[in-house]
C-alpha cells in the first residue's frame, strides 16, 4: 500500500500526486523533507490512525489470501533498494508469474508500489500476455486518489510491457468476515489523461517548488503528515481559520479587506462590506469574539442568544420514550459535534426512525463555548442540543 521512496531519491509517486491534488503545500513540504531541505513532518501519535494502518494491514493479507486461492502462490517482490525491487518485479512479469506482490514499478521521476499485478491473457508488445495493477483498499467505495493511483501504476507498467494497462482494479473493503473484499474494475483510458496532465503539473511544481506557502483547512488535512505543524502554524498566525464555521470564501473576502486573523475579525463592530451578509459578519465577529475569551481566560465564554420564536430550543421535540442521549465529556467531542450538526447522524438514523423522534442532548463539559453558536445556526431542525 505505501509508495514512499525507499532509496533516498526524491521521486514522484501517486500517494505525492494525490496530496498535490489536495493541498499543494503538503506535497510541496513533502518534497523539500525528502531533499533535505527541511525536517521530515513529526509523526502524531493518534491511535485512531494506528488503528486504521492495522486495519490497512489486515485487509491486505486478506486479499492477497483470496488472490492466493484463484492464482496461486505469488510471488513477493523483497523490499530493499527500489531497482533491486524493480528489478525483480520485471524478471517476475517477464517469467510470466501469475500474480505478483509488492511489485515495484518506475520510470522517469515515478515510482509506485503496486499490492498486486496480476497477469491478463491480453497480449501486450513484449509478451504474449500483459499485466494490470490491483490495489487493497480498507474504505468502502473507490475515491478519485485510488482511482489515481492505478492509473498511474497503469502508466508505470506501461514503460515495461510496451503499452499502459487497460484495466485497473481496486479490491475495496465490505466489513463483512466472511468475504472481506469487494473487486471493482476500472477501464484506465476513461481517468488516464486527467491522470496524465495532473502528473505533468505535478512535474512542474516539483520542478520549481513556491515557497512561503500558507495552506488552509482542506479536505485532505485529515490524511495529511503535516497536520500538527499547520496547527501551529496557523495558532502563532492567528489565522482566520482557526474561526469555527468561517468558510474558505469568507476568509478570502476578510484577507482582501484588511481583516486578516481573528483577533482583528473579533473586534469588528458594525462594520459591513460587500461579499459578507451583515447577519453572517456578525456571527463569524461573534464567534471570533467568543474563542479570543475563552482563549485568553482559559474559562468558556458564553453570549446568550436572544430567544427567536421557531428556533434554537423552540425546535425541541416533545420528549419522547425513545429518545436517545449522548453524552460527550471531552474536547475532543468537536468533531463529533460537527459530524451531527452537518446532518450526518439525523440522515442514518432517519432510515429507520423518523428523525423527528430522535433528540441528541450532547454535553460538552470542556467544548469551546464559541460552538454553540456555529451549533445553532447549522444543526439540522428536527435534532436538539444542550450544552
Ligand atoms: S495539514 Fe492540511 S493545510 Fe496543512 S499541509 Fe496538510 S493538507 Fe495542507
Given at each position: 500500500m505505501s509508495d514512499n521512496p525507499d532509496d533516498g531519491l526524491a521521486r514522484l509517486s501517486p500517494t505525492l500526486a494525490a496530496a498535490f491534488l489536495g493541498c499543494s503545500a503538503s506535497a510541496a513540504w513533502t518534497l523539500e523533507a525528502r531533499r533535505g531541505l527541511r525536517e521530515a513532518a513529526e509523526p502524531v501519535d493518534d491511535p485512531q490512525a494506528a488503528l486504521v494502518v492495522r486495519k490497512g494491514h489486515e485487509h491486505e493479507a486478506a486479499c492477497l489470501a483470496g488472490l492466493r486461492k484463484l492464482y496461486g502462490d505469488s510471488v513477493e517482490i523483497p523490499s530493499g533498494p527500489l531497482m533491486a525491487r524493480f528489478g525483480a518485479t520485471v524478471d517476475a512479469m517477464d517469467r510470466g508469474v501469475p500474480l505478483i506482490y509488492q511489485a515495484a514499478l518506475t520510470a522517469g521521476v515515478w515510482l509506485g508500489y503496486a499490492d498486486f499485478l496480476l497477469r491478463v491473457e491480453d497480449a501486450c508488445p513484449r509478451w504474449a500476455w500483459s499485466y494490470e495493477p490491483w490495489d487493497a483498499k480498507l474504505a468502502r467505495s473507490a475515491r478519485p486518489e485510488h482511482l489515481l493511483q492505478i492509473a498511474l501504476y497503469g502508466d508505470l507498467l506501461g514503460t515495461v510491457q510496451g503499452r499502459a494497462a487497460n484495466q485497473g482494479s481496486l479490491m475495496l473493503g465490505?466489513?463483512?468476515?466472511?468475504?472481506p473484499y469487494k473487486v471493482e474494475a476500472f477501464p484506465l483510458h476513461e481517468v488516464r489523461y486527467y491522470v496524465r496532465r495532473a502528473a505533468r503539473r505535478l512535474e512542474a511544481f516539483a520542478a520549481d517548488l513556491p515557497t512561503g506557502l500558507m495552506p488552509e483547512p482542506c479536505g485532505y488535512c485529515s490524511k495529511c503528515d503535516w497536520s500538527a505543524a499547520c496547527e501551529a502554524r496557523w495558532e502563532e498566525a492567528d489565522h482566520?481559520?482557526?474561526?469555527?464555521?468561517?468558510?474558505k470564501k469568507q476568509t478570502r473576502r476578510l484577507t482582501e479587506v484588511g481583516v486578516s486573523t481573528a483577533s482583528m475579525l473579533a473586534n469588528l463592530n458594525g462594520v459591513r462590506f460587500a461579499g459578507i451578509a451583515p447577519n453572517t459578519l456578525v456571527r463569524l465577529a461573534q464567534q471570533a469574539r467568543l474563542q479570543k475569551q475563552s482563549a485568553e481566560t482559559g474559562l468558556g465564554s458564553l453570549e446568550i442568544i436572544p430567544h427567536q420564536p421557531g428556533l434554537g430550543f423552540d425546535k425541541l421535540p416533545l420528549a419522547d420514550a425513545g429518545d436517545l442521549f449522548f453524552d460527550f465529556e471531552a474536547t475532543r467531542c468537536t468533531r463529533a459535534v460537527s459530524n451531527i450538526c452537518a446532518g450526518s447522524f439525523g440522515k442514518r438514523r432517519s432510515t429507520t426512525?423518523?428523525?423527528?423522534q430522535f433528540r441528541v442532548i450532547l454535553?460538552?463539559?470542556?467544548?469551546?463555548?464559541?460552538?454553540m453558536i456555529a451549533c445553532r445556526r447549522s444543526?439540522?431542525?428536527?435534532n436538539s442540543w444542550r450544552f
Open positions: 465490505t466489513g463483512e468476515l466472511e468475504t482566520l481559520c482557526r474561526v469555527a464555521d468561517i468558510t426512525k423518523k428523525a423527528s454535553t460538552c463539559a470542556s467544548a469551546p463555548s464559541g460552538l444543526m439540522p431542525s428536527p
